[in-house]
C-alpha cells in the first residue's frame, strides 16, 4: 500500500518529535510492506518568518492532495507580539477550518509503567480508558465579532460563542458512534445553567440520544467534570464536548498519564484528509536540547494508521513498541521517576524503532539495562 502524507513540523520541538513519527512510520512499512511518501510544509511561527502568513496557500495545498496530515506543534514567544493576524495559532486555527476538521479525538490511557509519574494515586488512575471528542471549528475560537472595542467611554473586549445546531449534532453523533464500539456511555460537558449556547448543545445531545438506545447519555456541568477527571477518571468512556471546554479538559487529562508528552490526538473531517498531532505545545524551552517526549507523536502516528488507513495491524505493532520500551524503563526527562533510566529524544526514537522492527530488540536492551 502506498500512501501520501503532508508533513507540518512547525515550530520549537515540534521538528524533533515529528522526525521521530517519520522514522517509525518508516519502520512500519519496512516490516509491513507500505510506501509511505512524505512531503513537507510549512505552519506557524516557521511560515511567518519565511513567507509572511502562519499558513501558505502551497501548504493547505499539500494537505488536500494528501491522504494524511502530520503536524509538530505551532507557537512560542518570538511571535507573541505580532498582531493577532500574524500569530503562529492563527496558522492551526485557519487549517482546521480550511480540512473543515470538525472533531478532535483525545484519547487518555492508563499505562501501569508511568503510574509513578502521575501526581495521582495508583488507584485513582489504575484502569482508565477514555476518549475526549472536542468540537474543533465552532464556539469562541471561532466566533465574530472578536475584538477590542469601547463602550460609554470605557474599554471592553468580546469575544463570541456562536454554534449552528449541525455542528453541535455532527460531533455529538461521532461520540455516540465511537459509544457503540467501547464501553456505551457518553458524557456531555456543558454550562448549561449559565450559557444559552450550553443549552441547545444539551437539547441535541437529548435528540441523539433517542437514535441510540444501547447508549447511555449523562449531562456533566464542566467545572464538575473538571473535578471528576481528578476525582474519578475510571467513570468516564466517550466524553464530547465544545471548542473551549474540551481543549482545556483533554489537557487536563493528561495528568493522568503524567504528562502531555504521552497524549496524541486526531482530527477527523467530513470531506477531507485527516490531521494527526500531539497535544503538546512547542515548548520552545527545549528545543534543540533532544529532550523532548517523541512518544505522543509516535502514538499519534498509530492513530494515523488505524483511523485513515485501516492498518489495524500495524498500528497495535507502535502501540506495543511503546509499551514495551516503557515497560523496559526507558524514560524521557518528562516521566522519568526513580530507578528508570533517563533517555533522550533521538534514544527513545530509536528504542522504539528497534522493538518494532525485531521484538527480540527488548531483550537485548533490557538486558544490557539491567
Not at 484519547?107 to 468540537?135: C, H, K, Q, W
Not at 456511555?185 to 448543545?201: G, I, Q
Request: glycine share 8%.
Amino acid at each position: 500500500m502506498e500512501k501520501r502524507i503532508a508533513v507540518l513540523p512547525g515550530d520549537g520541538i515540534g521538528k524533533e518529535v515529528v522526525k521521530g513519527a517519520i522514522e517509525i512510520l518508516q519502520a512500519v512499512g519496512e516490516r509491513f510492506g507500505h510506501q509511505f511518501h512524505f512531503q513537507y510544509g510549512k505552519i506557524g511561527g516557521e511560515a511567518i518568518d519565511t513567507v509572511g502568513t502562519p499558513l501558505p496557500d502551497e501548504t493547505v495545498k499539500l494537505c488536500k492532495q494528501s491522504d494524511a496530515v502530520l503536524l509538530g506543534a505551532v507557537g512560542g514567544p518570538k511571535w507573541e507580539r505580532q498582531p493577532v493576524h500574524l500569530r503562529p495559532e492563527r496558522g492551526l486555527l485557519k487549517i482546521r477550518k480550511d480540512l473543515n476538521l470538525y472533531a478532535n479525538l483525545r484519547p487518555t490511557n492508563y499505562y501501569s509503567s508511568l503510574a509513578d509519574s502521575s501526581p495521582l494515586r495508583r488507584e485513582v488512575i489504575e484502569g482508565v480508558d477514555m476518549i475526549m471528542v472536542r468540537e474543533l471549528t465552532g464556539g469562541l475560537y471561532f466566533g465574530k465579532p472578536s475584538e477590542r472595542t469601547q463602550k460609554n467611554g470605557a474599554d471592553g473586549v468580546v469575544d463570541t460563542l456562536y454554534y449552528e445546531r449541525d455542528e453541535m449534532s455532527r460531533v455529538i453523533k461521532l461520540a455516540f458512534e465511537l459509544a457503540r464500539t467501547r464501553k456505551g456511555k457518553v458524557t456531555s460537558v456543558d454550562k448549561a445553567n449559565v450559557l444559552e449556547s450550553s443549552r441547545m448543545w444539551r437539547e441535541v445531545a437529548e435528540e441523539i440520544s433517542n437514535e441510540y438506545p444501547d447508549v447511555e447519555l449523562e449531562h456533566m456541568l464542566v467545572d464538575n467534570a473538571a473535578m471528576q477527571l481528578i476525582r474519578n477518571p475510571k467513570q468516564f468512556d466517550v466524553v464530547v464536548t465544545e471548542n473551549l471546554f474540551g481543549d482545556i479538559l483533554s489537557d487536563e487529562a493528561s495528568v493522568l498519564t503524567g504528562s502531555l508528552g504521552m497524549l496524541p490526538s486526531a482530527s477527523l473531517s467530513q470531506s477531507g484528509p485527516y490531521l494527526y498531532e500531539p497535544i503538546h505545545g512547542s515548548a520552545p524551552d527545549i528545543e534543540g536540547k533532544n529532550a523532548a517526549n517523541p512518544l505522543a507523536t509516535i502514538l499519534s502516528a498509530a492513530m494515523m494508521l488505524r483511523l485513515s488507513f485501516g492498518m489495524n495491524e500495524e498500528a497495535e505493532a507502535i502501540e506495543n513498541a511503546v509499551n514495551q520500551v516503557l515497560d523496559a524503563g526507558f524514560r524521557t526527562k518528562d516521566i522519568v521517576t526513580f530507578g528508570m533510566k533517563q533517555v533522550t529524544t533521538s534514544e527513545m526514537i530509536e528504542e522504539v524503532k528497534a522493538t518494532l522492527l525485531d521484538n527480540e530488540a527488548i531483550m537485548n536492551i533490557m538486558s544490557a539495562y539491567a
